[in-house]
């Protein structure tokens, strides 16, 4: 069946331009995550997700950020007013239940903010 | 808070060495431990999984064991293949959030390049 997919794969955006990163998760999953993986850097939590419920935003770096999921399937992460620190790899995942369950990663939107 | 400090690359071998990425973590409550592989120009894939002390994950040929009492997860492959060469990170989720938000908390990440 089909994975996680992201979209666009990659986005030039000049800074204080507004974006917005789409994640389709496998359908049927519960929880949906969104991560933050700077250059060289391994992924850091951004925002939680059981169906339409943000349970945990404790990552978002600021209010800059801001993340959705309306009904319960595709998620879209905003950035406003966007920064060179905003650079990174942006990974979505999903999984079955939020308990003992493997997230899958879709391939990643590979933001550059010039 | 929750961190995992991974052995820094990149790491250099050659086809049928053996393998050892050391990974040691923090947790304040009862971790599942994680290794994810990253090959290139795919996403994140888990490699394998150890929920409780003294368990053993294996897939493909790597293995980690769970020493809760040196706080590590290393992974070892016995004879490494060119297709082997990949980013390996080693992960921790923290059950110690009582709604069960199983976020992974992620290490540096090890480059591994398999020289024939």
């Known amino acids: 069946g089909a994975g996680v997919s992201q979209s666009p794969r990659y986005k030039v955006a000049k800074r204080g331009q507004d974006v917005a990163l789409r994640c389709d998760p496998i359908s049927g999953h519960v929880s949906l995550f969104w991560y933050q993986q700077a250059l060289g850097q391994g992924p850091e939590f951004l925002t939680y997700?059981?169906?339409?419920?943000?349970?945990?935003k404790s990552g978002l770096p600021s209010d800059r950020f801001f993340a959705e999921r309306p009904e319960g399937s595709v998620s879209t992460l905003k950035i406003q007013r966007t920064q060179q620190e905003d650079s990174a790899v942006y990974l979505c995942a999903s999984s079955l239940a939020s308990l003992g369950n493997t997230q899958y990663f879709g391939p990643g939107t590979r933001l550059t903010v010039l | 808070g929750d961190s995992v400090t991974q052995m820094e690359g990149p790491v250099t071998l050659s086809e049928e060495a053996c393998l050892t990425i050391?990974?040691?973590?923090?947790?304040?409550?009862?971790?599942?431990l994680f290794w994810y592989v990253q090959y290139p120009g795919e996403g994140l894939q888990l490699l394998l999984k150890?929920?409780?002390?003294?368990d053993k994950g294996s897939n493909k040929g790597f293995e980690a064991t769970y020493r809760k009492e040196t706080t590590s997860f290393h992974l070892e492959k016995g004879s490494v293949q060119v297709s082997d060469s990949a980013v390996y990170f080693c992960?921790?989720?923290?059950?110690?959030?009582?709604?069960?938000?199983?976020?992974?908390?992620f290490g540096t990440g090890t480059r591994l390049t398999i020289i024939p």
């Open positions: 997700f059981q169906n339409e419920a943000q349970l945990d």
């Open positions: 992960a921790l989720s923290d059950r110690w959030y009582g709604f069960g938000n199983e976020k992974l908390t």
């Open positions: 050391n990974c040691t973590y923090t947790a304040t409550g009862y971790p599942s």
């Open positions: 150890a929920t409780k002390a003294d």
